[in-house]
């Protein structure tokens, strides 16, 4: 999929939820809903005493010229193989489990399982493992009425496969800040961090911004733009992706998330769907 398809396809999810939310009953934000792709590291966190649980499903797919696997980093080339001749498609399976420590703490963890198929000049192999389970925790402080910051770190425990791709065999942390503007029914957020190794992993840092767009009290319009920069292999990876979704909240408790993935550079993962379904105990 072409850079000019990957833009219009951007640009046409975010036209059609702000055109939904323009016609929608105003009803605000309570200041916290959550992010998909950045929900560990957001300025949000479950209610105190509360666990939420998510599973997530991830659909990819990356046409030819692929240069990322499904953890995020770059698929070496082959030396007499040309990079278009590599593609990928596959899926990602998490369950995530947050608990509310306090009224504005929180901590978390998130087991992440992946299938991939990867075709190599026209040779294709499957497989399937675990990855690299993630730990966290995070604070959030109110800064005013419509404002919250928040700190935390991301514990990344050498759990996956290196050899498929699914691991690091290191331990990795990425501490972070994060915001959160709510005004009304439009919330703003975004976050900043910075993740390193102990091996010869690649430092990678990470960026993302988040839009939450409140239609009614059935569903709440979501976006993220999630940007992730390293230096691999001789080059400076550029990986920006673009998160539309919706939040449907079926009770207070349990929440269906479709979501959708559009690649925002040239070495991003093409597309993909995603759906989490989300229960509070």
């Not at 916290?32 to 939420?52: L, S, W």
């Not at 899926?91 to 703490?105: E, P, R, T, V």
Request: charge should be neutral.
């Amino acid at each position: 999929m072409g850079d000019a398809i990957r833009r219009r396809i951007g640009i046409g999810l975010i036209a059609a939820a702000l055109a939904v939310a323009s016609h929608a009953r105003a009803v605000e934000l309570s200041g916290h809903e959550r992010t998909f792709r950045t929900f560990t590291i957001d300025a949000a966190t479950v209610e105190e005493g509360r666990f939420r649980l998510e599973v997530q499903g991830i659909k990819v797919q990356d046409d030819p010229g692929a240069r990322f696997n499904l953890i995020g980093f770059r698929i070496p080339k082959p030396p007499a193989i040309a990079r278009k001749e590599i593609s990928t498609d596959g899926g990602i399976f998490n369950l995530l489990g947050s608990y509310g420590l306090s009224k504005n703490a929180e901590v978390g963890f998130l087991l992440p399982g992946y299938i991939e198929s990867r075709t190599v000049a026209g040779q294709k192999s499957t497989k399937e493992d675990m990855g690299d389970v993630q730990l966290y925790g995070k604070f959030t402080q109110p800064v005013m009425d419509i404002m919250r910051w928040g700190a935390g770190v991301q514990v990344s425990v050498p759990s996956g496969s290196k050899s498929k791709d699914f691991g690091t065999d290191e331990v990795g942390l990425n501490p972070f800040v994060s915001s959160r503007v709510t005004w009304g029914r439009i919330g703003l957020g975004g976050h900043l961090g910075y993740q390193f190794f102990t091996g010869d992993v690649p430092d990678v840092l990470n960026t993302s911004l988040s839009l939450f767009l409140k239609g009614n009290d059935f569903y709440t319009l979501r976006g993220e733009a999630v940007l992730r920069v390293f230096h691999q292999g001789g080059f400076r990876n550029v990986d920006l992706t673009v998160w539309p979704g919706v939040d449907m909240y079926f009770s207070d408790r349990l929440i269906v998330r479709p979501t959708g993935m559009v690649g925002g550079t040239d070495a991003a993962t093409d597309w993909g769907i995603a759906l989490g379904i989300a229960y509070t105990l």
